[in-house]
Nanobody, 123 residues
Framework: QVQLVESGGGLVQAGGSLRLSCAASGRTFSSYAMGWFRQAPGKEREFVAAIRWSGSSTSYADSVKGRFTISRDNAKNTVYLQMNSLKPEDTAVYYC????????????????WGQGTQVTVSS
C-alpha cells in the first residue's frame, strides 16, 4: 500500500499562487495514476486534476484548466499541483490520491488518499 502526505497549503490572496506537494511512500508509486481532489465546507469532494503514471497524460476540471498544473517526479515519489491565479472559490481542503485506473475523475475509483492540506484564498 502507498501512503501519501500532502504539504504546501496555506493562506494566499486572490490572484496569488501556491504549489502543493504530495509525497508518497512505497516502491510502487510510479505504477499509479495520481489525482488531486478538493472539498469545501458543505460540498462534495470534487475532482481537480489527474496525471498518468508516466506523466504523459493529464486531465483537469474545467474550473481550474489554464490556472492549475499537475506534474510528478517518480524519482522523488512526489506529485505536485501548481496553482496560479487563485480565486476565493478555490478555497478547500486539497487531497491527493492514487488509482490503478487511467485518469479517472471519480473519487470512489481512487484506492488510497492523503490526509489533506488546507488552501484558503482571501478576496
Amino acid at each position: 500500500q502507498v501512503q501519501l502526505v500532502e504539504s504546501g497549503g496555506g493562506l494566499v490572496q486572490a490572484g496569488g499562487s501556491l504549489r502543493l506537494s504530495c509525497a508518497a511512500s512505497g516502491r510502487t508509486f510510479s505504477s499509479y495514476a495520481m489525482g488531486w481532489f478538493r472539498q469545501a465546507p458543505g460540498k462534495e469532494r470534487e475532482f481537480v486534476a489527474a496525471i498518468r503514471w508516466s506523466g504523459s497524460s493529464t486531465s483537469y476540471a474545467d474550473s481550474v484548466k489554464g490556472r492549475f498544473t499537475i506534474s510528478r517526479d517518480n524519482a522523488k515519489n512526489t506529485v505536485y499541483l501548481q496553482m496560479n491565479s487563485l480565486k476565493p472559490e478555490d478555497t478547500a481542503v486539497y487531497y491527493c490520491a492514487g488509482t490503478s485506473l487511467f485518469l479517472t475523475t471519480t473519487p470512489e475509483e481512487y484506492s488510497f488518499w492523503g490526509q489533506g492540506t488546507q488552501v484558503t484564498v482571501s478576496s
